[in-house]
């Protein structure tokens, strides 16, 4: 799958694309599982609250500044990886037209 993104990629780049219409091609599928896998997650943690309470160090997780602080961290170390990602292919996506 990484190398048929990369020659789709490297084929918009030719075809003269901007680099924003590339980015916004790969955000609309990342935001839409990130939001699927996040309400997962906090579904599956709000059912199983009473077996994490050990592991929580007496913080209430239902606390609203505490869960915001959560997804936001959460949220900006995953979008810190996927434009990190997004710019490596960018950058060598010339590479795979040869």
């Known amino acids: 799958m990484a190398s048929k993104s990369a020659t789709e990629i ?4 030719a075809l003269g694309a901007r680099t924003k ?3 916004w ?5 990342f935001f839409f599982i990130l939001c699927v896998a996040h309400s997962i997650i906090l579904v599956c943690a709000y059912i199983n609250i009473d077996k ?3 592991f929580l160090f007496k913080v ?7 869960i915001t602080l959560l997804h936001l961290v959460a949220l900006s170390f995953v ?8 710019k490596n292919i960018l950058n060598t996506s010339w590479k795979n037209l040869s």
């Open 52 to 54: 994490l309470k050990p």
């Open 21 to 23: 219409e590339i980015v």
């Open 10 to 13: 490297s084929l918009k780049r």
């Open 25 to 29: 091609s790969f955000c609309k599928l």
């Open 79 to 86: 979008i810190i990886v996927f434009f990190t990602e997004i």
């Open 60 to 66: 209430d997780l239902i606390d609203i500044p505490v």
